[in-house]
């Protein structure tokens, strides 16, 4: 079943991990794909690549890559380096896309960081740049994308990756809980004021999810602090025990059934909802 046949989906943070996986089944159910992740670091770039994060983000080849992934699944791509802390950019995308493929159906805010550091002493840096990515990237895509969905009269659909963080007060990544309950915040204002154009906007929490965002050596020394340089095996066992199903994580593509439904048409009467798939965090707290 081709749920999104000749549907246009947009996903930023597309070059790997759940926005990958996004982009790929979507792909897969008919869609043509809007694809952006960072920009490649240049000398006189509009802002200075992320700094704050422990861990590499992705590269313009890895874009390339999910592209081609699409492509060779018989759907078109637009992929192009674009940050999400720059509405200019945000901006540039759509444009650039909408007269390449069409106007954009479905936007995915995906992109994200995640690090680590308690509160009481954390930098203003790592402050900002987590809210700038993971919060106002949000509403610039937003931005960017839906005046033309109101514009065109068709309707719209927008998923937002917030997170279990974004539920709970969670020690040491206070920075990030904050901006994925912003994120919540946000999409929840949103869907009021655009549901009578027909658009839905609803919201994810994963808990942890097998990208590179857990593995890192960050996020390692976060779940084993009792260990200087822990390895996948020592963390597996207490990623797990934060979830209620015993498993350490789920997978990029268990997000994906959540997005695709939230974009689909049976989900034309759900709007405002956080949906969480956090192998039973959620059962926990909210
Ligand atoms: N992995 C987890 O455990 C987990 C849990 C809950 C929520 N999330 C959220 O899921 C989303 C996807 O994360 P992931 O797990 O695939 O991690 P990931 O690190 O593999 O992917 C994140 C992507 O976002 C891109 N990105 C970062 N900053 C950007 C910017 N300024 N502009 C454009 N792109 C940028 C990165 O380059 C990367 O490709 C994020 O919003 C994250 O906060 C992840």
Request: net charge negative.
């Given at each position: 079943?081709?749920?999104?046949?000749?549907?246009?989906?947009?996903?930023?943070?597309?070059?790997?991990?759940?926005?990958?996986?996004?982009?790929?089944?979507?792909?897969?159910?008919?869609?043509?794909?809007?694809?952006?992740?960072?920009?490649?670091?240049?000398?006189?770039?509009?802002?200075?690549?992320?700094?704050?994060?422990?861990?590499?983000?992705?590269?313009?080849e890895d874009l390339e890559e999910t592209a081609r992934q699409v492509q060779a699944l018989g759907r078109r791509a637009v992929a192009m380096g674009a940050d999400v802390?720059?509405?200019?950019?945000?901006?540039?995308?759509?444009?650039?896309?909408?007269?390449?493929?069409?106007?954009?159906?479905?936007?995915?805010?995906?992109?994200?960081?995640?690090?680590?550091?308690?509160?009481?002493?954390?930098?203003?840096?790592?402050?900002?740049?987590?809210?700038?990515?993971?919060?106002?990237?949000?509403?610039?895509?937003?931005?960017?994308?839906?005046?033309?969905?109101?514009?065109?009269?068709?309707?719209?659909?927008?998923?937002?990756?917030?997170?279990?963080?974004?539920?709970?007060?969670?020690?040491?990544?206070?920075?990030?809980?904050?901006?994925?309950?912003?994120?919540?915040?946000?999409?929840?204002?949103?869907?009021?004021?655009?549901?009578?154009?027909?658009?839905?906007?609803?919201?994810?929490?994963?808990?942890?999810?097998?990208?590179?965002?857990?593995?890192?050596?960050?996020?390692?020394?976060?779940?084993?602090?009792?260990?200087?340089?822990?390895?996948?095996?020592?963390?597996?066992?207490?990623?797990?025990?934060?979830?209620?199903?015993?498993?350490?994580?789920?997978?990029?593509?268990?997000?994906?059934?959540?997005?695709?439904?939230?974009?689909?048409?049976?989900?034309?009467?759900?709007?405002?909802?956080?949906?969480?798939?956090?192998?039973?965090?959620?059962?926990?707290?909210?």
């Amino acid at each position: 079943m081709e749920r999104f046949a000749e549907k246009i989906v947009m996903v930023t943070g597309a070059g790997r991990g759940q926005g990958r996986a996004h982009a790929l089944r979507f792909a897969g159910e008919g869609a043509h794909l809007v694809l952006c992740d960072l920009p490649a670091a240049r000398g006189d770039a509009e802002l200075d690549p992320p700094a704050t994060v422990p861990y590499e983000l992705s590269k313009p080849e890895d874009l390339e890559e999910t592209a081609r992934q699409v492509q060779a699944l018989g759907r078109r791509a637009v992929a192009m380096g674009a940050d999400v802390r720059s509405l200019e950019q945000m901006s540039a995308v759509v444009a650039e896309a909408e007269r390449a493929l069409g106007p954009i159906d479905v936007l995915v805010a995906n992109a994200g960081i995640c690090t680590s550091n308690p509160l009481p002493t954390m930098s203003v840096q790592v402050w900002q740049e987590t809210i700038d990515i993971n919060l106002t990237g949000v509403f610039n895509a937003c931005r960017a994308v839906i005046p033309g969905m109101i514009e065109r009269g068709h309707g719209g659909r927008v998923v937002a990756i917030a997170s279990m963080a974004g539920r709970a007060g969670w020690e040491n990544i206070g920075h990030y809980a904050a901006s994925k309950w912003g994120v919540i915040g946000l999409v929840k204002s949103l869907a009021l004021e655009v549901a009578p154009h027909g658009i839905t906007a609803n919201v994810i929490c994963p808990s942890s999810v097998n990208t590179t965002m857990m593995h890192n050596d960050s996020s390692y020394r976060l779940f084993r602090p009792d260990l200087e340089n822990p390895t996948r095996e020592d963390v597996l066992p207490a990623f797990a025990s934060v979830n209620v199903i015993p498993v350490p994580y789920v997978e990029p593509e268990d997000i994906s059934d959540g997005v695709l439904f939230l974009a689909s048409q049976e989900a034309a009467g759900i709007t405002g909802a956080t949906l969480s798939i956090s192998a039973g965090v959620n059962a926990l707290n909210i």
